[in-house]
């Protein structure tokens, strides 16, 4: 039987609301689409992620070029050196991957109050023989 595979989320469980907090904060304090990608939000997780981590490296190449450069030249560079472009991209991207994983993470908090957790049958099963 051949099988494929699909890039589209798989079904989701919901979420209960002390779960979706600690996705909040893995989001906004961790990495940004940590937390979405853990909830089974895995499409807007890694994007997230790929966007904090890119800024993260565009704002670090920048920030590694402007100190070598004023270790090179002896002096501040009052311009912010040659790379000042892609620093600011890179506080960019991360900002808006910051911004999108608080829109999610909301989401997910919403979500948590409007469905309850579902229970296993057999959870329910055994409490109910005891």
Same mark, same amino acid.
């Not at 890119?54 to 030249?73: D, H, P, Q, V």
């Not at 600011?88 to 948590?112: E, K, N, Q």
């Not at 109050?113 to 023989?129: C, E, F, G, I, M």
């Given at each position: 039987?051949?099988?494929?595979?699909?890039?589209?989320?798989p079904?989701?469980?919901?979420?209960?609301?002390?779960?979706?907090?600690?996705?909040?904060?893995?989001?906004?304090?961790?990495?940004?689409? @940590? +937390?979405?990608? %853990?909830? =089974?939000?895995? #499409?807007?997780? &890694? $994007?997230?992620?790929?966007?904090?981590?890119?800024?993260?490296?565009?704002?670090?190449?920048?920030?590694?070029?402007?100190?070598?450069?004023?270790?090179?030249?002896?002096?501040?560079?009052?311009?912010?050196?040659?790379? @000042? +472009?892609?620093? %600011?991209? =890179?506080?960019? #991207?991360?900002? &808006? $991957?910051?911004?999108?994983?608080?829109?999610?993470?909301?989401?997910?908090?919403?979500?948590a109050q409007?469905?309850?957790?579902?229970?296993?049958?057999?959870?329910?099963?055994?409490?109910?023989?005891?």
């Amino acid at each position: 039987m051949p099988t494929t595979t699909s890039s589209v989320d798989p079904p989701r469980q919901p979420l209960d609301r002390n779960a979706a907090q600690v996705y909040l904060w893995l989001n906004l304090l961790a990495l940004p689409g @940590l +937390g979405s990608f %853990l909830a =089974g939000r895995r #499409l807007a997780g &890694v $994007a997230q992620a790929t966007l904090s981590l890119s800024g993260l490296g565009l704002t670090s190449w920048w920030f590694f070029s402007f100190i070598a450069a004023c270790l090179r030249m002896q002096s501040f560079a009052a311009d912010g050196g040659q790379h @000042l +472009g892609l620093g %600011l991209l =890179g506080v960019a #991207l991360f900002v &808006v $991957a910051w911004l999108w994983a608080l829109g999610t993470s909301f989401r997910m908090l919403r979500d948590a109050q409007v469905q309850p957790p579902r229970t296993d049958a057999k959870q329910t099963n055994q409490q109910h023989s005891r």
